[in-house]
């Protein structure tokens, strides 16, 4: 969820500025629950909890529903992101740059391993020798049950 600091967002900061309702989103963190689990969680009323859900709710960071006789809240967002109106730090210089899959310069793998490019495998499958190919210039897609593959590129400093 991302947010501002404008008059839409107050319903998600008011949602937040409670204790109680801050246990109830770290109770939700760890599964859903029903309105009288978190009552006895917190040893609060049902109806307490109920008014708590609800606020939670109108803003978006939980959703309840129907279940039998019980209503199941569970949790609805994961992070919440707050962007401020003005950048206060600079923008850092990037230099992008891609590397094929296959252009690897060290590697130590384990089976199951592989790797296969536009035209199926490039040698033998479980076989970490392979790895060493030439052809592996060309993988699209490589595999293994353990170990790594490494990655050298260039520092360039502006």
Known sequence: MQ???SETSLPVYEALASPVRLKIV???SGQPMSVQD???HLQLSSA???KHLHKLETAGLIHSQRVGHQKISSLHVDTIEVKFPQAIYPDFKVHKTTIPVGHYTEYSVQPSCGLAGPDGY???VDNPK???FPE???AGMIWFNDGYVEYR???FRV
């Open 3 to 5: 947010l501002d600091l």
């Open 26 to 28: 770290q109770l939700l």
């Open 38 to 40: 978190l009552a006895a």
């Open 48 to 50: 307490i909890i109920t």
């Open 122 to 124: 490039i040698g033998k």
């Open 130 to 132: 392979y790895f060493m």
């Open 136 to 138: 592996r210039m060309n």
């Open 153 to 155: 590129t260039p520092n």
